[in-house]
């Protein structure tokens, strides 16, 4: 294999490393954010890692997913298949509840959960390729102003994951424009590293200062709360463009700072991410809803959060495991079927149009005739 082909096929593996590092930090997140109301520790991880974590992933998912969606067709599978996985995760989120005998409450257009994320990304897949031709400088201003103005109006909340579509939506075009290669050659250089550092130690000590003060602000981070509902004095379009700033400063310094080297398990990780975060939520259901973490809580006071946390970083690399992959492969499975049912319907329904111009001719002619001899003697015709 000649030198270029081989630098042209080289495996890029900061975007797997960034891929684990941001699953691992959306299952600490979800473990975090239960208790961070008992926790000031879990109170300053919680803040500090919400202010990245959804924005950065949908950001990556549009970086990554730009090839599909640039293809001259549109292809329905992926965001069939998101769907699919978020009506699943409805059903096994409500089964869980009901066997704990849990307030569950199903809902086919909404959610204050984690499936909002699966209708979300097949909202943007549809979006990005509807308006594909126009530039960043374009859209991204108009998007961020359309979110802005959303956070006035109590109405655009969970219902169809509005108030989410419209708040991330910014991150994942900004991800889908940009030239991966270039991102990587800028976000490389010494300096910027040395600043993403800095940025990355005040963000840690700022959550950790006066977190009782500043945790109101998580609201800010979720995407589906109106400025009104979030408890934070005169709320408002400033505040979300101070989200905006804060997030993609967040991205380009964690980016910029994971390294680009093969790490042990950490791909396997990186390429597995749907599953992990399939199962993760279920599985913080049953800790809680079971009483485990309860016990914990109780019988382990002083050492609890560090045992906690010690779960959450462990369960994104056991889930990563093949056995794991069964439902989202049923899914997938079950995609293909509906596609290949709905192209031989469209080809049926082809055919049989064709067929119909072909013979409406005929029955045309017929119809005359019958009519002409019924009605011709009436009219003096026959």
């Known amino acids: 294999m000649s030198e270029a082909v081989k630098k042209s096929t080289k495996r890029i593996y900061k975007w797997d490393n960034l891929k684990c590092?941001?699953?691992?930090?959306?299952?600490?997140?979800?473990?975090?954010?239960?208790?961070?109301?008992?926790?000031?520790?879990?109170?300053?991880?919680?803040?500090?890692?919400?202010?990245?974590?959804?924005?950065?992933?949908?950001?990556?998912?549009?970086?990554?997913?730009?090839?599909?969606?640039?293809?001259?067709?549109?292809?329905?599978?992926?965001?069939?298949?998101y769907i699919m996985i978020g009506y699943a995760l409805k059903v096994c989120i409500y089964g869980i509840k009901i066997l704990f005998h849990q307030k569950a409450v199903f809902q086919w257009f909404e959610d204050t959960g984690i499936p909002w994320y699966m209708f979300a990304m097949a909202v943007f897949m549809v979006i990005a390729y509807l308006i594909k031709e126009l530039p960043l400088w374009f859209v991204?201003?108009?998007?961020?102003?359309?979110?802005?103005?959303?956070?006035?109006?109590?109405?655009?909340?969970?219902?169809?994951?509005?108030?989410?579509?419209?708040?991330?939506?910014?991150?994942?075009?900004?991800?889908?424009?940009l030239d991966i290669k270039k991102l990587q050659e800028v976000l490389n250089k010494t300096w910027i590293k040395c600043l993403s550092a800095i940025f990355l130690t005040d963000m840690i000590l700022y959550t950790l200062a006066k977190i009782e003060d500043n945790y109101s602000y998580i609201r800010l981070f979720t995407g589906r709360n109106a400025y009104s509902l979030i408890n934070v004095e005169s709320c408002g379009a400033v505040h979300r463009l101070m989200f905006y700033v804060i997030a993609f400063l967040m991205g380009i310094a964690i980016i910029s700072l994971i390294p680009n080297c093969k790490v042990p398990v950490v791909g396997t990780v990186g390429a597995r991410t749907l599953q992990i975060y399939f199962w993760h939520r279920l599985i913080l259901y049953v800790l809680t809803f079971s009483g485990i973490t309860g016990n914990l809580i109780k019988n382990v006071p002083s050492g609890w959060v560090w045992i906690y946390l010690a779960m959450a970083i462990i369960l994104p690399f056991v889930l990563s495991a093949e056995v794991f992959s069964a439902p989202l492969t049923l899914l997938k499975n079950g995609e293909n079927i509906i596609l290949a049912g709905i192209e031989k319907l469209s080809i049926n329904f082809y055919k049989w149009k064709e067929s119909t111009l072909t013979v409406l001719p005929v029955l045309e002619f017929i119809t005359i005739v019958l009519m002409l001899i019924y009605y011709g003697e009436d009219v003096g015709i026959l």
Not at 143 to 158: K, M, P, R, T, V
Request: positive net charge.
């Open 21 to 81: 590092f941001l699953i691992v930090m959306v299952v600490i997140g979800h473990f975090v954010n239960q208790y961070a109301p008992i926790s000031n520790t879990m109170k300053s991880l919680s803040l500090f890692i919400y202010s990245f974590h959804m924005p950065l992933f949908i950001f990556l998912s549009g970086l990554l997913q730009k090839r599909w969606s640039q293809r001259c067709k549109f292809q329905w599978d992926k965001p069939l298949y």
């Open 140 to 177: 991204l201003p108009i998007s961020i102003l359309a979110a802005c103005l959303a956070g006035y109006d109590e109405n655009i909340g969970s219902f169809l994951y509005l108030s989410r579509i419209i708040v991330f939506f910014p991150f994942y075009y900004t991800g889908y424009c």
